[in-house]
Structure formats: C-alpha cells, structure tokens
C-alpha cells in the first residue's frame, strides 16, 4: 500500500475498496490539550431534556501523551447549559471565572485549553452495546492540570466512534 492509499480522500462509485477495519477509536479517559478546529452553527430541535435552542458544533482535537484524535461536542445555547458555556469560554481564554462576557464565536476555532474527555456507553439502534468519547469538562487555566503533550508524531490518528444520529464533522454541499 503506498501513502497514497492511506491517506483520507473520497471514492469514485466504481474505485476498488477493501478495507474491513474500523479507524474508529475510542479515547481513554482522562484530561487533554485541546485545540478548536472546526466551529458550526445549528439548530437542536428539543429533545425530551433539552428544548430547541441554538447550538455550537465544536470539532475538537484532543492529544496528552497517551493518545490523541477528534471529538466532537455540542454547546447548547440556552440557560440550563449557561454553566457549560462559562466553562468553555473560561477554558479558552475568552472569560475570567465569575466575569460575564459576550460569546465571540468568531474567535473559536484555534481556540486551545484543557479537557476531561469520557467515555459514554450507549445502546445503539441495531441493539448492540457501543462506546463513544465525550468531553465532560473544560478546565479554568488557572487550575486546569498539567498534561503532557505526544512524544512524537504516530503513524496513524484515532477518531471517536460517533452515536448513531450525532453530527457529522463535515457539511452537505459546502467545500
């Protein structure tokens, strides 16, 4: 297989596919630097916890010397998550704890600070039992722990496995 092969990239509909393994990878838990890379704009439609309400989709790179790879996590905007956005924006610079503050999305993506990253089991629609990673904390800077970052560069990356019915990182018709 040359590094061709290798590399992400789209299929033609009559390209030649062989792959069965999964590049999927569930993340240990435990607390990551983290770096904003991608930020999108949405609408939650309610669920039974949470109301329809404005949200942020956050593309997240994650990495501490014991693994690295993308999560994605959802900001919900509305009161009963006001806790979570403070948390978020305090983790990134934006906001000193306690201060109030107007949310500049702008300024998001690049955006670094500290992470919990999870590990949340769930039921999936066919029944079986699966694993995906969550991020359960954004530290404060001034108390985040110290974590270190990969020792080198790996060969491959690890992505989370996504719950049926979870965003994608990618958008329809944009490029």
């Known amino acids: 297989m040359n590094d061709y092969d290798s590399m992400p990239r789209e299929f033609g509909w009559d390209d030649e596919i062989q792959r069965d393994d999964s590049p999927f990878q569930v ?22 916890k949470i109301p329809a309400c404005n949200k942020a989709i956050l593309t997240v790179a994650v990495s501490s010397a014991e693994a690295s790879g993308d999560v994605l996590t959802n900001l919900f905007l509305h009161s009963k998550f006001e806790w979570k956005l403070c948390q978020f924006f305090t983790s990134i610079g934006q906001r000193k704890h306690g201060e ?3 949310m500049n999305w702008g300024a998001v993506p690049g955006s670094t600070g500290v992470c919990h990253v999870g590990v949340r089991k769930w039921t999936g ?26 020792a080198a ?10 719950p049926q019915g979870s ?9």
């Open 167 to 175: 965003p994608t990182p990618w958008s329809s018709g944009s490029f």
């Open 125 to 150: 629609n066919d029944g079986k039992e699966r694993e995906s990673n969550e991020i359960t904390e954004f530290y404060d800077p001034e108390s985040a722990p110290a974590v270190q970052p990969p």
């Open 153 to 162: 560069q790996g060969s491959g990356q690890q992505w989370t496995e996504l």
């Open 100 to 102: 109030a503050m107007r």
């Open 27 to 48: 993340l240990p838990e435990g607390d990551y630097n983290f770096t904003v890379k991608k930020f999108e704009r949405a609408r939650h439609s309610g669920s039974e």
